[in-house]
């Protein structure tokens, strides 16, 4: 089984205001995205190197009400509070090469495995039904991708790299025990304090920080 971080997930109460949030912030302006039709969910997206991506996350305004909960939160009252000051880092998404037997042997309540389809591609995801996120986002959702290249491969370049995944935690070596487990403790830092999720990256604007 190998497992990589895949793409982190930064919700923003729309697009538009997540985009200027960036731009002051990065230095970069997104462009390229897409829609979620089961999550009634739209993105915007860019490479941020090896093979992983960063994607800004909101409701999509123009799609109906979900049959079911949305993914990350974006349905919960206290996230869209949250978003409604700035965007936020909701949660990071491992990429592995076998989601069957990870989730079968994983402690941690990841959720189901829900299956997307886009044009010739799809991708399979760990989805909580109630939508939570295990640990408030510190455990990542597993993805598994359809042959082919990377989706960041298509995407654009704007001089952004991820450079962490940091996580604190009141307890950090019950959290770091539950990482192990699912094979992901050597893609992110962790330090005790109040639980919290962010991502730093390097910019055109230099080192900046999404909590």
Do not use: Y
Not at 22 to 45: E, I, R, Y
């Amino acid at each position: 089984m190998k497992n990589r971080i895949d793409h982190v997930a930064i919700g923003t109460d729309t697009l538009e205001h997540g985009k200027k949030t960036m731009q002051k912030l990065m230095g970069v302006s997104l462009a390229k995205g897409s829609k979620h039709d089961l999550m009634s969910t739209h993105n915007l997206v860019m490479q941020v190197g090896n093979e992983s991506f960063f994607e800004l996350i909101a409701q999509d305004p123009e799609a109906p009400v979900p049959n079911r909960t949305r993914w990350f939160t974006l349905d919960d009252p206290n996230t869209l509070q949250r978003l409604a000051v700035r965007p936020r880092a909701l949660c990071w998404v491992v990429n592995t090469t076998d989601l069957d037997a990870l989730v079968a042997s994983s402690s941690v309540d990841l959720g189901k495995i829900v299956t997307f389809t886009r044009g010739d591609r799809s991708w399979r995801l760990t989805v909580p039904a109630d939508g939570h996120l295990p640990e408030a986002g510190l455990i990542p959702a597993f993805i598994e991708w359809s042959p082919g290249p990377h989706p960041s491969a298509a995407q654009d370049n704007l001089g952004v790299t991820l450079e962490s995944v940091n996580l604190t935690h009141p307890q950090p070596e019950q959290l770091l025990d539950q990482l192990k487990q699912l094979h992901v403790d050597h893609l992110a830092n962790v330090a005790q304090g109040e639980a919290r999720l962010t991502f730093s990256f390097n910019s055109p604007n230099g080192l900046v920080t999404v909590d």
